[in-house]
C-alpha cells in the first residue's frame, strides 16, 4: 500500500516530516512528550491530555497492540500522536486492535516514522510548542493556547453511580475534570461504591447522595481556568475526606488561596522518582502533568508538603494541617507505571471509613 506523506508543522517554525495514518486530514494542539517505554494505550486514552498532540519517546509504539481492558475513556481525547517506528504486527495474548485500526477508527491522525528525538528536544527548549499535523504544509501555526472549556467537554454531563464490586464499605464521590477510569477501578476493587459527578458539582448535590469522601480527579488544561470552582471546592473538601490526584491537587492548592504555574516542558512518563518528606521514602510515580503548585504560594500553617520531585524539586504532594485533605500531583493509580505509591488510595480510604477522624501519616 502506498504510504501517505504527513507533515508536523511547530509554531517554533521546525517542521517535521513522517507517515501519515488515519483518516482525519488535519489537527493541531499544544505538543508534549511522554517518556514511559509501554502504555501507550493508557496514555492515548488518558483525558488529561485532551487537547494535545503526545510524541512517545520510546521508539516503538503498537508492539503489544490495544485491548478492551486498559482503557483510560471511551475514545481518545488527544489531538493527535507522533511516534517513531510503528509495529504492524502486534503480539499480545489480549491484543483485538492495531494501531491502523485505531488511527481508522477515531477521531486524531497518527504521524510515524518522525524523528522524535528530534522533536522532543525542541520542546524540551521552547517548552511551549503549538503544532499542526497535516498532509499538505502551509503556514507556520501561530502559538496557541488550549480551549478554556476543555474540562467541560471532558466530564461527565450528569451523575453516574458503579455499584461496589464486594460488600460495600463507602461511598466516593469522584468528581470529573476529566478522570481516568482506573481511578474508578482502583475504588470499586477496595470495596466502595462509586459515583461521578460533573466537573462543576455543588456540595449540597454531594450530600444528597450520601457520599463518605471526595477524589478530585485529573484532568487536561490550565487549573487556572477552573478558578472560579475554588470556593465550592473548599466548601467541599473542608466538608469531606478529600484526596486529589493531579488536576485534583493543583485545584485544591488554588481553593486554599495557593498558586499555580506552569513547568519548563511538564513532567511525563512512568519513572518520575518523588520523595515522601515525613518518611524520606523515594518511590518511583506515574506522571503526567504540564503545571505545578508554586511552593512559595503554600502557608506553611495550612498545609505540610508530603511529597517532593527528586529531579526538579517541586511539590508533589500535600496534606492539610488540621483536615483529612491530601493531595498528590503524581499518579498513584499507575497506569501505566509502577504502583509504589498505591498506599495513597489505602491511607485516603481509612480516613474515608473513619469518617475523617484520622488525618494523614
Ligand atoms: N494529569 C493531570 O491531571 C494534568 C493536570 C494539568 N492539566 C497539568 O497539565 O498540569
Redesign the pocket.
Known sequence: MEETKGYLMLSTGDVLEGVWLGKTTESDGELVFNTAMTGYQEVMT?P?YAGQIVTMTYPLIGNYGFNTQDKESHSPSIHGLIISTPCETPSHYQATQTLQDIANTHNFPILAQVDTRKLTKIIRKHGDVYGKMTKTPGNIPAQAKVSEKIVERVSVKEAQYYPANESKTAHVAIID??YKHSIREMLLQNGCSVTVFPFDVKLESLQEADIDGVLL???????KSLGYLADEIKRIAEHYPTLG????H?LLALAFGGNTMR?PY?HRGSNHPVQHVPSGKVSITSQ?????VDETSISESLWNILYNNVNDGSIEGLQHCSKPIMSVQF?PEAHPGPSDTYDVFEQFLNSVRNGGVTTYA
Open positions: 488518558d488529561s475534570y476529566g480527579s485529573n484532568g487536561p488544561g490550565d487549573p490526584i493531579c488536576l485534583g493543583q513547568l511538564g503526567n502533568h504540564g503545571y505545578v499518579h
